[in-house]
């Protein structure tokens, strides 16, 4: 059974950092493309990002409103996902959630419960 | 940057059929937008109902599903269920982006 669990999120300040993980277990994380998704308070959907596994070459595209401030990486050794989140605005608070399929290709077949992060004064 | 628009709501009858479509800004809906349509219900994550236009998952009810038309992506919605009421979003693949559209709050009345 694929699972994905978030951790990390927290109340933070804008302009710090946060850094949350995504265990993935029941799948080959090895293999797999990972997602962040993000959905702030009553709002849609939005995409923040994408790596490929390293056999795919691990390159990454992020979606403009984060691109030169989120930075996402993977661990497989861990068979962990990372979101580092740097100069935070309030505009990210939001729950994250980290997503994955077993198909190639694709990230967007199996969800987390998400985590939620607060960036307030 | 592309953008994805939806219905913002739509009610369906118990029993009735619905279609909710996903359009682009950019041009015409193709399959090489590998359209997907997910699922949330309150304080739920979303669920994923639509893969690649039309392939379902192994949990997706047999009476959703999602084609083409008229130029957008489209899910039909066969037989509504009360527990189909839900927020359902797409989402569109655009060379290294991947666009969500606003969403459509579905109600079954």
């Known amino acids: 059974e694929v699972q994905l669990v978030e951790s990390g999120g927290d109340l933070v300040e804008p302009g710090g950092s946060l850094r949350l993980s995504c265990a993935a277990s029941?799948?080959?994380?090895?293999?797999?493309?990972m997602s962040w998704v993000r959905q702030a308070p009553g709002k849609g959907l939005e995409w923040v990002g994408r790596?490929?596994?390293?056999?795919?070459?691990?390159?990454?595209d992020y979606a403009a409103p984060v691109k030169g401030r989120f930075t996402i990486s993977r661990d497989d050794s861990k068979n962990t996902l990372f979101l580092q989140m740097n100069s935070l605005r309030t505009e990210d608070t939001a729950v994250y959630y980290c997503?994955?399929?077993?198909?190639?290709?694709?990230?967007?077949?199996?969800w987390g419960q998400g985590t939620l992060v607060t960036v307030s004064s | 940057q592309a953008v994805v628009t939806q219905e913002p709501s739509l009610t369906v009858s118990p029993g009735g059929t619905v279609t909710l479509t996903c359009d682009s800004s950019?041009?015409?809906?193709?399959?090489?937008?590998?359209p997907y349509w997910f699922q949330q219900r309150p304080g739920q994550a979303p669920k994923t109902l639509i893969y690649?236009?039309?392939n379902k998952h192994s949990w997706t009810p047999a009476r959703f599903s999602g084609s083409l038309l008229g130029g957008k992506a489209a899910l039909t919605l066969s037989g509504a269920q009360p527990e189909d009421e839900a927020e359902y979003y797409c989402?569109?693949?655009?060379?290294?982006?991947?666009?969500f559209g606003g969403g459509t709050k579905l109600t079954v009345l």
């Open positions: 997503t994955t399929a077993k198909r190639k290709y694709s990230t967007f077949d199996y």
């Open positions: 029941g799948f080959t994380f090895t293999n797999a493309w």
């Open positions: 790596i490929k596994s390293k056999t795919d070459g691990g390159t990454v």
């Open positions: 950019t041009g015409a809906v193709t399959g090489g937008h590998w």
């Open positions: 690649d236009t039309s």
């Open positions: 989402l569109l693949s655009y060379s290294g982006a991947r666009v």
